[in-house]
């Protein structure tokens, strides 16, 4: 089955440093990521959709400036939280369109910024 | 982004029991419904996929979709220790796949 790969499955970080998460389809290619963030004992909100080869669409209150997200290939988009602060501190999530209109997802990435 | 309800849980049944999720939508235009399975830490996994009106069963798993009521639900038969987790209803529109996820209903099944 279709697999996306998502590294690291945890980082910790200092206040004010970026951190970089990355997200591959390892068996499909996928010209649309899609990247959620879950609070604790919260919902998956979707932060952005990630569009290969163009800008990433954000939603609505999701800062862009701080969230980046490059889509540089059909198998990689990947998110950079700038600047972090203990507040982006979350559990981060990529999906990808496997096909059929069935999104696969990754492991998922715990953000702890101390 | 669309709303999406479920009922709060946590819900606690015992092993063997039914389990039934219920999920209400806002969106009309709401096209595909999944039903996603998270355990504590880990990423949501897909269980069953709706798109048409009535039920859909697979395995111990019925899914039952009625659009007029903007209404999904899902029941687990027989349900094993191993089901416990949080499952979240999501669904998508017409044309894109993003989802929109409803809050979760976590589900304890007592052995």
């Known amino acids: 089955g279709a697999v996306v790969s998502q590294h690291p499955s945890r980082v910790i970080c200092k206040s004010g440093t970026s951190v970089k998460i990355e997200c591959r389809s390892l068996d499909f290619q996928a010209t649309t990521m899609f990247w959620y963030r879950q609070f604790p004992k919260k919902s998956l909100m979707l932060m952005a959709t990630s569009n290969e080869g163009s800008k990433a669409t954000y939603e609505q209150g999701v800062e862009k400036d701080k969230f980046l997200i490059n889509h540089a290939s059909l198998t990689l988009s990947t998110l950079t939280v700038t600047s972090a602060h203990p507040e982006d501190s979350s559990f981060y999530i990529c999906?990808?369109?496997?096909?059929?209109?069935?999104?696969?997802f990754g492991a998922g990435s715990r953000l702890t910024v101390l | 982004q669309k709303e999406v309800e479920q009922n709060s849980g946590p819900l606690s049944v015992p092993e063997g029991a039914i389990a039934s999720l219920n999920c209400t939508y806002s969106d009309r235009g709401s096209q595909s419904f999944f039903w996603y399975r998270q355990y504590s830490g880990k990423s949501p996994e897909l269980i069953m996929s709706i798109y048409s009106n009535g039920d859909k069963e697979d395995g111990r798993f019925t899914a039952q979709l009625n659009k007029a009521s903007q209404y999904v639900s899902l029941l687990i038969r027989d349900s094993q220790p191993s089901d416990s987790a949080t499952y979240l209803c999501?669904?998508?529109?017409?044309?894109?796949?993003?989802?929109?996820f409803g809050a979760g209903t976590t589900v304890t099944v007592r052995a």
């Open positions: 999906s990808a369109d496997s096909g059929a209109n069935v999104l696969t």
């Open positions: 999501a669904v998508s529109g017409p044309n894109d796949y993003k989802l929109s």
